[in-house]
């Protein structure tokens, strides 16, 4: 059972920058995916950005331009860079990674609160 670990989270000034990190207690080399999710308070969690392996990233719409998802397999971890961070980002974000065999883990949540 691998055990994923947000790191990061906290109060940021709108316009400002912030970066999350998700540690993994076992390899990621072979998981299909890896990333990030979050859920604004009183909304369904979303997806922000995804790093699929071999493939490439995706971002929501909202993500494009402004937040930036990196994998390292060597190290069991993944960044989520935040930048140019609006009040609607405010929310608790989320680390997911889907194994080769499609399982699926989830970190606890962090809070990001950005002020305005």
């Known amino acids: 059972q691998v055990q994923l670990e947000e790191s990061g989270g906290g109060l940021v000034q709108a316009g400002g920058s912030h970066r999350l990190s998700c540690t993994a207690s076992?390899?990621?080399?072979?998981?299909?995916?890896m990333g990030w999710y979050r859920q604004a308070p009183g909304k369904q969690r979303e997806l922000v950005a995804v790093?699929?392996?071999?493939?490439?990233?995706k971002y929501a719409d909202f993500a494009k331009g402004r937040f930036t998802i990196s994998r390292d397999n060597a190290e069991n971890t993944v960044i989520l860079q935040m930048n140019n961070l609006k009040p609607e980002d405010t929310g608790v974000y989320y680390c997911h990674g889907e194994n080769e065999w499609y399982a699926e883990y989830w970190g606890q949540g962090i809070q990001v609160t950005v002020s305005s």
């Open positions: 790093d699929t392996s071999g493939v490439g990233t």
């Open positions: 076992d390899s990621i080399l072979g998981f299909n995916n």
